[in-house]
C-alpha cells in the first residue's frame, strides 16, 4: 500500500506496460508515450490514443 494509506497506484502494472514498451518498435509512439508519462495519472493515460 502507497504510504499515504491509499489504493495502489494505477501505474502498478510492471508486466503489461513493460510488454507494450519493449514490443514497440515505433520510436515516434515511444517519444509520445514518454511525454504523456510525465503528467499522465495512470498507464492506461500514456497508452490512450487522446
Given at each position: 500500500?502507497?504510504?499515504?494509506?491509499?489504493?495502489?497506484?494505477?501505474?502498478?502494472?510492471?508486466?503489461?506496460?513493460?510488454?507494450?514498451?519493449?514490443?514497440?518498435?515505433?520510436?515516434?509512439?515511444?517519444?509520445?508515450?514518454?511525454?504523456r508519462a510525465v503528467t499522465a495519472?495512470?498507464?492506461?493515460?500514456?497508452?490512450?490514443?487522446?
Amino acid at each position: 500500500m502507497p504510504a499515504g494509506g491509499g489504493a495502489a497506484a494505477p501505474w502498478r502494472k510492471p508486466e503489461a506496460v513493460r510488454e507494450r514498451i519493449t514490443g514497440c518498435g515505433d520510436a515516434e509512439a515511444l517519444g509520445r508515450r514518454l511525454r504523456r508519462a510525465v503528467t499522465a495519472p495512470s498507464a492506461d493515460e500514456v497508452f490512450g490514443d487522446g
